[in-house]
């Protein structure tokens, strides 16, 4: 059965960290770029962070850069999102997801077919 399970979210105060992670069953990941998503309240689903399986490379959303790292352990089938200085307006639920290509493109939610059913992460003192 396909399914991506994610973990690691929960409350944590401004400058805090979390580290997330999303384990793939069913299939392998060593086909697929992983990327990472978030949805506040209110608001509509944003892209935070994609990684290639064929080439590893990264890519974040602005409002992330310097402060969020994705990872993978393709022999794991896991894919993680390290959290550092965290801000009030990082809180949502954040999902994982896969994308049908090895490589990235952008961080467009319609790009990527299955997702996990989400971790949710408050930010607040």
Same mark, same amino acid.
């Given at each position: ?16 960290? #979390?580290? #997330?992670?999303?384990?793939?069953? &069913? ?6 770029? %992983? ?11 944003? &892209? ?8 590893? %490379?990264?890519? @974040? ?19 993680? #999102?390290? %959290? ?15 994308? &049908?290509?090895?490589?990235? $493109?952008?961080? $467009?939610?319609?790009? @990527? ?13």
């Amino acid at each position: 059965q396909f399914q991506l399970v994610e973990s690691g979210g929960g409350l944590v105060q401004p400058g805090g960290s #979390l580290r #997330l992670s999303c384990v793939l069953s &069913g299939f392998t990941m060593d086909y697929y770029a %992983m990327g990472w998503f978030r949805q506040a309240p209110g608001k509509e689903r944003e &892209g935070v962070s994609c990684i290639g399986s064929s080439d590893g %490379m990264t890519s @974040y959303a602005d409002s992330v850069k310097g402060r969020f790292t994705v990872s993978r352990d393709n022999a794991k089938n896991t894919v993680y #999102l390290q %959290m550092n200085s965290m801000k009030p307006e990082d809180t949502g639920i954040y999902y994982c997801a896969a994308r &049908g290509w090895d490589y990235c $493109s952008g961080l $467009s939610a319609p790009d @990527y077919g299955s997702w996990g059913q989400g971790t949710q992460v408050t930010v607040s003192s």
